[in-house]
T-cell receptor, first 115, second 116 residues
């Protein structure tokens, strides 16, 4: 079984400040990890993903995340927040094998940017 | 490329009714997954279709059923609607097994179902 826990259902940061959204996972197999963003009344957009290889992955809109196996974490960061980053962010995990591709999502973190 | 499209965008039904939601995958994708996102929650996996077969299923009752057509489009059917079925239903498509090691799921905008 796989699961993710997102710490903090709401995070507020000032414009220009560091964004840090936390995600811890549990998986009995090597995980594939994802961060998705959801804007109001829209579907999910992939920000970045970790499958294998380099543990620091860069995504769209200046976001990046680091896979830390020892800490079972996959935290999302952005050096400088922009007003357009205000949205709901979801961490998700799946197994690596064909036929086991269901995504298991966390409960989400709502990011608010303070002008 | 139109991406993943879903219809309708909004739907209002009453308890006990049946509903059908539709999804067209992104061009080149042959696998379709359905998720239910209740208000304030993360999406929950319902099931996945590949080669017109249900390949994987989440923890949802048999009232939830689906179908995939030869053109890879898909339908989600829900029978005997309950108030708790009110949610955003998301469809996601992905490429087939050749790229499965690195595939990602592309999501549609969703169908907002309200059950009264």
């Amino acid at each position: 079984a796989q699961s993710v826990t997102q710490l903090g259902s709401h995070v507020s940061v000032s414009e220009g400040a560091l964004v840090l959204l936390r995600c811890n996972y549990s998986s009995s197999v090597p995980p594939y990890l994802f961060w998705y963003v959801q804007y109001p009344n829209q579907g999910l957009q992939l920000l970045l993903k970790y499958t294998t290889g380099a543990t620091l992955v860069k995504g769209i809109n200046g976001f990046e995340a680091e896979f830390k196996k020892s800490e079972t974490s996959f935290h999302l960061t952005k050096p400088s927040a922009h007003m357009s980053d205000a949205a709901e962010y979801f961490c998700a995990v799946r197994g690596p094998n064909f036929g086991n591709e269901k995504l298991t999502f966390g409960t989400g973190t709502r990011l608010t940017i303070i002008p | 490329d139109a991406g993943v499209t879903q219809s309708p965008t909004h739907l209002i039904k009453t308890r006990g009714q049946q509903v059908t939601l539709r999804c067209s995958p992104k061009s080149g994708h042959d696998t379709v997954s359905w998720y239910q996102q209740a208000l304030g929650q993360g999406p929950q996996f319902i099931f996945q279709y590949y080669e017109e077969e249900e390949r994987q299923r989440g923890n949802f009752p048999d009232r939830f059923s689906g179908h995939q057509f030869p053109n890879y489009s898909s339908e989600l059917n829900v029978n005997a609607l309950l108030l708790g079925d009110s949610a955003l239903y998301l469809c996601a498509s992905s490429p087939g097994p050749v790229l499965s090691s690195y595939n990602e799921q592309f999501f549609g905008p969703g169908t907002r179902l309200t059950v009264l």
